[in-house]
């Protein structure tokens, strides 16, 4: 399996914007999607955005779209997530996960379909 080290949290006011990295060591050529993910205490995890390697497509929930975007760099070691106009409500843990599956599963942004996870970084916004 690969292993997800996360980088990048930290604490900005609302309106401000954070990079985060998701560095993938171990890489395997059988990772075929990337995610971000998010979550607060006593909440279900939430898919974020997913980026599916083979045809770099990307994929975006709803509460993020047009404010997101997630990316890769050319040699697949680093996944980014870059969150602009953030708001109060972004505030989460903050993790990337990889997906060893289809395409379908990748845009899902289904939790339970992610095999590798990162430890988590904290995000604060505050208003």
């Known amino acids: 399996q690969v292993q997800l080290v996360e980088s990048g949290g930290g604490s900005v006011q609302a309106g401000g914007s954070l990079r985060l990295s998701c560095a993938v060591s171990?890489?395997?050529?059988?990772?075929?999607?990337m995610g971000w993910f998010r979550q607060v205490p006593g909440k279900e995890r939430e898919g974020l955005a997913s980026?599916?390697?083979?045809?770099?497509?990307?994929f975006y929930a709803e509460s993020v779209k047009g404010r997101f975007t997630i990316s890769q760099d050319n040699a697949k070691s680093t996944v980014y997530l870059q969150m602009n106009s953030l708001k109060a409500g972004d505030t989460a843990m903050y993790y990337c996960?990889?997906?060893?599956?289809?395409?379908?599963?990748?845009?899902?942004?289904?939790?339970?379909?992610?095999?590798?996870w990162g430890q988590g970084t904290q995000v604060t916004v505050s208003s």
């Open positions: 996960a990889a997906d060893y599956g289809s395409r379908t599963e990748c845009g899902g942004l289904r939790p339970g379909t992610f095999s590798s």
């Open positions: 171990t890489y395997t050529s059988s990772v075929n999607c």
């Open positions: 980026i599916y390697i083979g045809g770099r497509l990307t």
